[in-house]
């Protein structure tokens, strides 16, 4: 049996022409934004550390139980690599917070830099509202300055 009018899990599809197959990668939008490239290739690289940090760590457990000649080794390289990976997962806070300093963060509405933005929106709409109703729109201040015909 072929795999025509059959369905990506393998089950035919009813009601659709012979050959056409529904999708296999269907976009969805993003919940949350995409972490910056910094910021991901930094997780990427910490998460991979520490797991190799914890498989080293269950190695030397192991070799410990057994009594091996690499158990000592084992454990001395496990502290060194416990102390790489706290340097890894530290790097991520630092380039996150590097990243907010040089490009900015999205202000929640408790922020103080929105709510001051805002008050300098007021202040500048009310200055240009009053400076609008002074002059008004051209020939209207100015009554008696166009001739009437």
């Given at each position: 049996?072929?795999?025509?009018?059959?369905?990506?899990?393998?089950?035919?599809?009813?009601?659709?022409?012979?050959?056409?197959?529904?999708?296999?990668?269907?976009?969805?939008?993003?919940v949350?934004?995409?972490?910056?490239?910094?910021?991901r290739?930094?997780?990427?690289?910490?998460?991979?550390?520490?797991?190799?940090?914890?498989?080293?760590?269950?190695?030397?457990?192991?070799?410990?139980?057994?009594?091996?000649?690499?158990?000592?080794?084992?454990v001395?390289?496990?502290?060194?690599?416990?102390?790489?990976?706290?340097?890894?997962?530290?790097?991520?806070?630092?380039?996150?917070?590097?990243?907010?300093?040089?490009?900015?963060?999205?202000?929640?509405?408790?922020?103080?830099?929105?709510?001051?933005?805002?008050?300098?929106?007021?202040?500048?709409?009310?200055?240009?509202?009053?400076?609008?109703?002074?002059?008004?729109?051209?020939?209207?201040?100015?009554?008696?300055?166009?001739?009437?015909?």
């Amino acid at each position: 049996m072929g795999t025509e009018g059959m369905s990506a899990d393998g089950v035919a599809a009813r009601g659709s022409r012979a050959g056409e197959l529904p999708p296999l990668w269907v976009e969805e939008p993003a919940v949350r934004p995409r972490l910056p490239d910094p910021i991901r290739n930094a997780a990427v690289r910490s998460v991979l550390i520490v797991a190799l940090t914890l498989i080293q760590a269950v190695i030397a457990f192991l070799c410990t139980l057994a009594g091996s000649w690499l158990a000592f080794p084992m454990v001395l390289s496990s502290v060194a690599s416990t102390v790489v990976a706290t340097w890894a997962v530290l790097d991520v806070w630092v380039t996150r917070q590097v990243w907010n300093q040089r490009n900015g963060v999205v202000s929640v509405p408790s922020s103080t830099a929105r709510r001051r933005r805002r008050e300098r929106r007021r202040v500048r709409r009310v200055a240009r509202a009053a400076e609008r109703s002074g002059t008004g729109r051209i020939g209207q201040s100015e009554t008696g300055s166009f001739s009437r015909a």
